[in-house]
């Protein structure tokens, strides 16, 4: 197995590896592997698989929808999607989103560090930003739209009231500012949307991305 620049870094100067140690890897498809250095260069690498150690596990199929935050907000939101078990991210501009800022490329290596730091042998597939509008116009009509909606706070309307829908689902949460009430009214108006509450108080953003996929995952995920 060929390593690239940035993997060839990491292993040899950050971790100080040399040729001959044992590292375990994971490409997403083929579960975990024991492999040995074979080749350390500044700028690439060459390992050798020699014997798998986990089979490849998926997550469940839950994708999370939500709204770019402050930076490190919206690390903490793919950090925590990785380790709890989300297949898809995607990030969607609203109304009221106050940061744009979404870099794939770092948060796919956040996503990939995050998915080393527990264990997993998948990363979610992280999608570019676009505008929530048009992800629900190319909605896949049998995946149940979940949507954190805080006009329910304090209603005995959470995800274990009435269970969380069989089938594929995908959780969205709204920015610091909520949404709009046309965005309201539209996400209402579709059949695949189901809202819920995720409680009496209003919780920051980060933190409803996570309690929502933690109750989802409560009803309905891959404890087995
Ligand atoms: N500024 C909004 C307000 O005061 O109504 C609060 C937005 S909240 C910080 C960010 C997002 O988290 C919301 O759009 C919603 O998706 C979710 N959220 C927060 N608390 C919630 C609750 N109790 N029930 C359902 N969703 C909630």
């Not at 969380?164 to 695949?192: D, H, M, Q, Y």
Request: charged letters at 25%; proline letters at 6%.
């Amino acid at each position: 197995m060929a390593l690239g620049p940035d993997q060839a870094n990491y292993l040899f100067a950050v971790m100080r590896q040399a040729v001959g140690a044992a590292v375990l890897v994971f490409n997403g498809r083929d579960g975990e592997w024991r492999a040995s250095v074979q080749d350390a260069g500044k700028r690439r690498g060459l390992l050798c698989c020699e014997q798998q150690t986990a089979p490849q596990r998926r997550p469940p199929d839950l994708w999370l929808v939500f709204s770019p935050v402050r930076k490190e907000r919206t690390n903490f939101i793919v950090e925590k999607a990785v380790e709890l078990g989300v297949a898809r991210v995607l990030p969607v501009t609203t109304r009221f989103t106050q940061s744009e800022r979404w870099r794939q490329d770092k948060q796919l290596a956040h996503a990939i560090e995050a998915a080393e730091q527990c264990g997993a042998t998948f990363v979610p597939e992280l999608t570019e930003v676009q505008p929530l509008d048009r992800l629900l116009a190319d909605w896949p009509l049998d995946r149940t739209l979940l949507w954190a909606d805080e006009a329910l706070a304090g209603q005995a309307a959470g995800l274990g009231h009435g269970g969380a829908p069989a089938g594929p689902c995908a959780i969205l949460v709204g920015p610091e500012g909520g949404f709009s009430n046309e965005e309201k009214t539209r996400l209402r108006s579709l059949p695949f949307v189901r809202a819920f509450s995720l409680g009496p108080r209003i919780l920051r953003a980060e933190t409803a991305a996570v309690a929502a996929i933690v109750l989802w995952q409560a009803a309905a995920g891959d404890w087995r």
